[in-house]
């Protein structure tokens, strides 16, 4: 028996606590709010909270910063700390910081916050109604907020499948629960929830089956072995093939592309606006990095074999998100849709699979998620009696009403459409040249004319603002917010003009990120 | 090739041939008797809770002790391990077990704090 | 040396350009002083509604004064040495992608400058005349110094990627302009279908900045032009047709013609300035400054030649039916573009003559528009010429300026359409005899209908409405009228004396003198006869004859005239009907499937549904089936790309 024990001997593992610092700060910052949560007395929970939640993501963007250059498989061999895992970890925490900076907002709702007193009770109990006449606020939002945060830093830098999941999964989990949180319309965000992790769960189920067929091929879930393995051309590519097809829903689902994106409407709805800016800009960030690293890393060898299927799935998820962004009437709903739109041109440069593809997808989703979180930032304040006002025929003379807020919003909807000197330009421009050098043309002319499309309904939200009369005592108003919001706002306002205007800052940062290591 | 899956195989049958069993054997040599009590859905013997019209709402209770459950269980499946390769891993095994105890500590403390241990 | 090297030389122009210096550097200004008025007039909003008109006009006229004073800079330089760039800051370097914010004026963009700032300025003072009455002439001059700086950055652009932000910059401003009216439903739709129109073009504009950034790994205009001759025939082609495409939508030309008649929904000054002597011509620079890739794509080149000679003929057929007098100068203005597009598509012997062209109809339109705002304005904004008639008694100097421009746009000796007109057909002949004929057949046309539209307006008897107690306008607007008007009769013989234009533009866009198989003097006479012809038929129809007040059924060819030749049809038939159907269909399919959740919030708003709850869970359900649908799609996709 101890012979047997001793032949077992083995290496000892090594972890290099410093390049996981970022998303050790993170976990370790959440656990400690989890005990605030069980141990400081409720009126003191959301100062502590705050202080833990801030200083927390500047901490580990501070470490973000001290680690740049790096260029290391780290954990033995889990977690790829390189130029793209770090610029994505770097993205992911200014977004979350600014979408925290919305979240810890409590002057626009007079009832409170936008999270539900109680999230338990049954929509339009007694108990509900009770909790709410009580004032009840709620902190539990902070640690899923940091959980989610901590998984979404993981899961780009992921360089095996397994980690890839367990981070989606710790994504995921608090984002369920973080979207039956609203406070209004509380049938509507319970339902969001239960859609959300009914369906996620079930994409997880293709990513968790796609997994076991790489390592049935492979003998390994690492990135780089599949990688080899594919070079050496050992076993049978149909496993692969549908590994990958596999792999891919999972991944396609959590970006909300087409014939995967149904929930995106449903769930940016009902959940809570706050939380909808920061799961819109974030969590597409992450599922992006992931994706791009399977692609780029794992299947780069065989990508005449997958990017056809990514045409498809890109020229779908432009035209299909477009096409519906049209007839949306509520607010929410067509931001969703621009999302699932935008999430097609992002996909040009996965397809694209050129270090200019993956660089100016990373721009893209910068300044896609700045300008997202602005927008969601911006709908908390429009409102009349019965919380958020989102139907569109409300926005209708906002430019007069509050000229400063429609004009912040206007810049928002310019950077989404992709008009010269925004942001959104920018990421396009860098997305579809890179589509057109690798060779996707016909997939960029379809983006081309969908962003001409998507431009019209943009535009039409700008002359509703600003050309039409405000329906007489509509009772909708734009809320003066605290200084989060208007933080938030002001700092989403300053991006879009900067990548916009002097777009070299980032586009240098997105190059010297070079390429995914192996 | 194949022959290494076979072991498989045979479980996968045995597994489908006793589910299978289980499911139709009662219905073909058991006493077909019917009563209200039969009728009712299994639930450990006591009565079964009541469900208003529309569905109801099932005491959480259950399913909380079920994964508290499963949080301990886990803490065990690493621990055993942790205990057997314990000098192989030294240093750098004691400080990583610290860390994972130190957290499932902070959820139980959690789930004690928020009365997830009381019954009622 | 081979002995052909003479002849077969490329008869393109020169792209290489100087550092500016001394006045030069001051090009920036020219777009920096109408940026500021447009933030100062829109930014500070109602406190400047006293005075904020002329700081619109004062920025103008400011850039105007700073153009003239590069233009005589310009001068003193020699032929070959008059481009020069300037740098303002590094717009975007990534690699070997790199875009400088540069400006470059050259003998190109100089006249554009002038046209621009000159008209401009003229058009700035004619409206705070024609604006007076409107409560909102502050932000019309805010649009209108916005156009403005956005056209100048347009042709000041050194690089393809900025020539496009100052191309969607005169978009919006047009498009801001032509809903200017918006509580007009008529003009918010105008608006909204030159905006969809538009936006087909600047498909067209960024596909061809796309492509060239792959062929030639830049889109400044000395790395893509310098190298156009290197890059494949078929790389070049496309590029051509891009930029074909974009310049189809920007300009009106066939087959994104519409949106232009519709825009007259805007006040008349937008329409002189905008939709006839600047945005409208935009597209013929286009084609001018890509010269290099237009001249090494012969297939391109065909395409243009064929687009401006359907659009020539179509507007001019529209501008024969139109009772509308703002409508029948829109169908002018696609006609006579569409003569600077065909003769930019003839190549070197060409460009300068469609510049030329452009040149003279920029002052002999806006004088007409300007005109026709005038007689508007004394009509209470009446714009159907069936009840006008006769007001060459009450609007003196209107019908004396109106003929100037009447005159030049038949090409009667000496009005400025002439020389620049007859240089086309000259050049059209040059080219090949069908081409010829068909520029011959325009300008026959072109004379019968703007003889109807004079005779309708000014001659014959009066058919005023009652209530109408016609007058002339004031000399706040009268006076920039009589200016256009005075360069709408002696800009063709100034610009062409001792070979003036062709000189000056050569270096840039090239030159072949067009030989002709026949004497020139027999096509001058015999397109000056033909003219004359036509637009004696056209007095005699309608001013020797009674004009009825309601139109006539007319012809098949009127009504199809009418129906701007079905532009609006054709273009439903093939783009809208298909859309609606298909918005329908998403909207049932929006409302049945995936619009559950709208349709629960009733229920919710109301309190508990149980049946909203149900529905609900059969979404979630029929969405996992979609999912798993695709990922059966998805595999079977990777399975089929394998087989």
């Known amino acids: ?518 | 090739m194949g022959e290494v899956y076979l072991p498989i195989l045979v479980l996968g049958i045995l597994g489908a041939a006793f589910a299978v069993f289980s499911v139709a054997a009662p219905s073909i040599i058991g006493p077909r008797r019917y009563n209200r009590a039969r009728l009712d859905a299994y639930e450990c013997g006591i009565d079964p809770t009541p469900q208003p019209i529309g569905g109801g709402r099932f005491p959480i209770k259950y399913y909380l002790t079920a994964m508290l459950f499963i949080v301990f269980d886990i803490e065990i499946v690493f621990l055993y391990p942790f205990a057997v390769a314990f000098d192989q891993l030294r240093l750098f095994g004691l400080i990583e077990m610290a860390v994972f105890i130190v957290t499932v500590l902070a959820v139980y403390a959690y789930v004690w704090r928020r009365g997830g241990l009381e019954w009622d | 040396m081979s002995p052909f090297s003479g002849a077969l030389a490329p008869a393109a122009g020169e792209i290489s350009a100087n550092v500016a210096h001394g006045t030069f550097t001051q090009m920036w200004l020219l777009i920096a002083l109408p940026l500021a008025g447009a933030a100062i007039l829109l930014l500070l909003g109602r406190r400047t509604n006293t005075w904020g008109h002329w700081v619109g006009v004062l920025m103008s006229a400011g850039s105007f004064a700073i153009a003239v004073s590069i233009f005589l800079a310009m001068r003193q330089e020699s032929g070959g040495n008059r481009a020069f760039t300037q740098h303002l800051f590094q717009w975007i370097s990534v690699g070997s992608f790199q875009v400088p914010f540069d400006l470059r004026i050259d003998q190109l963009s100089m006249v554009f400058v002038l046209l621009i700032t000159g008209v401009g300025t003229l058009i700035h003072i004619y409206s705070v005349g024609y604006m007076s009455h409107d409560h909102e002439r502050r932000r019309f001059f805010g649009y209108l110094n916005l156009f403005v700086a956005a056209m100048l950055l347009l042709v000041l652009a050194d690089n393809y990627l900025l020539l496009y932000v100052g191309w969607e910059g005169v978009g919006l401003a047009s498009y801001l302009l032509i809903g200017f009216w918006f509580y007009k439903e008529t003009a918010a739709v105008a608006a909204k279908k030159a905006f969809v129109v538009n936006r087909v073009g600047d498909v067209g504009l960024s596909i061809a900045v796309m492509l060239m950034f792959v062929t030639f790994g830049s889109v400044t205009f000395e790395g893509v032009l310098g190298s156009a001759p290197k890059a494949s025939q078929t790389s070049l082609t496309l590029i051509g047709l891009a930029l074909l495409l974009a310049a189809c939508g920007k300009s009106a030309q066939f087959p994104l013609q519409s949106w232009l008649l519709d825009a007259m929904e805007g006040p008349t000054p937008v329409s002189a300035l905008i939709h006839a002597a600047t945005m409208v011509t935009a597209g013929v620079y286009l084609i001018a400054r890509s010269n290099a890739i237009f001249n090494a794509a012969p297939t391109a080149q065909t395409a243009v030649i064929v687009i401006g000679a359907i659009t020539l003929i179509m507007g001019a057929i529209i501008g024969c039916a139109k009772d509308d007098i703002k409508k029948a100068l829109a169908g002018s203005t696609m006609s006579q573009i569409g003569y600077m597009v065909l003769a930019a598509g003839l190549g070197p012997i060409g460009y300068v003559f469609a510049i030329f062209h452009l040149l003279t109809h920029g002052f002999f339109k806006a004088t007409m528009f300007l005109g026709a705002g005038s007689v508007m304005h004394g009509m209470n904004d009446q714009v159907n010429m069936r009840r006008f008639g006769a007001l060459r008694t009450v609007m003196v100097l209107t019908t004396i300026t109106f003929f100037a421009g009447y005159l030049a746009i038949l090409g009667i000796p000496p009005f400025a359409g002439f020389y620049s007109k007859d240089k086309i057909i000259e050049s059209a002949f040059a080219h090949s005899t069908l081409v010829g004929l068909v520029t011959l057949v325009g300008a026959a046309i072109t004379a019968f209908y703007m003889t109807r539209l004079v005779a309708m307006t000014f001659l014959g008897r009066a058919r005023w409405p009652d209530d109408a107690h016609p007058h002339e306008s004031p000399a706040m607007m009268m006076v920039p009228v009589s200016i256009l008007a005075v360069l709408s009769a002696v800009s063709g013989f100034l610009l062409i004396h001792d070979n003036w234009i062709v000189n000056w533009l050569e270096p840039v866009v090239g030159f072949e003198e067009p030989v002709l198989g026949f004497n020139v003097n027999i096509l001058q006479y015999g397109t000056l006869a033909l003219v004359l012809v036509s637009a004696a038929l056209g007095y005699v129809l309608y001013a020797r004859r009674p004009v009825p007040e309601v139109a006539p059924v007319g012809s098949f060819l009127t009504q199809a005239a009418r129906a701007d030749l079905y532009g609006d049809e054709v273009n439903e038939a093939v783009f809208m009907r298909p859309g609606q159907y298909l918005t329908r269909l998403l909207v049932w399919f929006d409302n049945r499937v995936v619009d559950g959740a709208v349709n629960g919030t009733a229920a919710l708003i109301g309190g508990l549904s149980g049946r909203a709850r149900r529905t609900q869970n059969g979404f979630a359900r029929s969405y996992a089936l979609t999912m798993l649908g695709g990922a059966a799609l998805v595999i079977a996709a990777l399975v089929l790309v394998r087989l």
Request: charged share 10%.
């Open chain 1, 1 to 518: 028996m101890s012979s047997l024990l001793a032949a077992a001997s083995f290496d000892v593992p090594t972890i290099e606590y410093g390049q996981l610092s970022p998303m050790l700060i993170i976990f370790g910052v959440a656990v400690l709010s989890l005990l605030v949560e069980a141990f400081a007395p409720r009126g003191s929970r959301r100062p502590i909270q705050l202080v833990l939640v801030f200083a927390g993501l500047a901490a580990a963007f501070a470490a973000v910063v001290m680690i740049r250059g790096t260029q290391h498989i780290a954990a033995m061999g889990s977690v790829a700390v390189d130029g793209p895992a770090l610029f994505m970890q770097g993205a992911i925490l200014v977004l979350a910081f600014i979408a925290a900076l919305v979240m810890a907002e409590r002057q626009v709702d007079p009832l409170g916050d936008a999270f539900a007193p109680r999230a338990s009770a049954l929509p339009g109990s007694t108990d509900e109604i009770a909790f709410t006449r009580l004032g009840w606020l709620q902190t539990e939002v902070w640690p899923l907020f940091l959980f989610s945060v901590g998984g979404m830093l993981l899961f780009p830098a992921s360089a095996d499948l397994l980690t890839m999941f367990v981070a989606l999964e710790v994504v995921s989990l608090p984002l369920y629960i973080m979207a039956g949180l609203a406070r209004r319309r509380r049938l509507l965000s319970q339902e969001a929830a239960l859609k959300y992790f009914v369906l996620g769960a079930f994409s997880s189920a293709f990513f968790l089956y796609g997994t076991a067929l790489f390592y049935g091929y492979a003998g390994s879930v690492d990135l780089s072995a599949i990688s080899d393995a594919l070079t050496a051309n050992a076993g049978s590519m149909w496993l692969v093939i549908t590994a990958t097809g596999l792999v891919s829903v999972g991944l396609l689902f959590k970006i909300g592309a087409v014939p995967f994106h149904q929930w995106t409407p449903d769930v940016y709805q009902g959940s809570p606006t706050p939380v909808t800016g920061f799961m819109a800009a974030c969590t597409k960030i992450a599922a992006f990095g992931a994706l791009l690293r399977i692609m780029y890393v794992a299947l780069g060898g065989i990508r005449w074999d997958w990017r056809p299927m990514m045409y498809v799935i890109a020229a779908l998820t432009m035209i299909v998100g477009t096409l519906f962004a049209l007839t949306q009437t509520d607010m929410k709903r067509m931001l969703a849709y621009s999302s699932i739109a935008q999430a097609g041109f992002m996909l040009v440069g996965v397809i694209a699979t050129n270090q200019a593809g993956l660089s100016g997808t990373m721009v893209y989703l910068v300044a896609y998620g700045i300008a997202t979180i602005g927008a969601f930032a911006i709908v908390t304040l429009v409102r009349d009696s019965t919380g958020e006002a989102s139907h569109l025929s409300q926005w209708a003379g906002l430019g007069r009403k509050a000229p400063i807020v429609a004009s912040a919003f206007a810049l928002f909807l310019l950077a989404f459409a992709g008009i010269p000197l925004t942001s959104g330009f920018t990421g396009k421009f860098a997305v579809f040249t890179a589509g057109i050098a690798g060779g996707a043309t016909p997939v960029v002319i379809i983006g081309l004319v969908a962003s001409a499309v998507a431009a019209f309904f943009y535009v039409r939200v700008i002359v509703l603002m600003f050309f039409n009369e405000p329906t007489s005592d509509d009772g909708v108003s734009v809320v003066v917010p605290s200084g989060f919001t208007t933080l938030a706002i002001t700092i989403s306002v300053a991006l879009t003009l900067v990548i916009g205007l002097v777009p070299q800052l980032i586009l240098d940062l997105a190059n010297q990120a070079g390429l995914f290591i192996r």
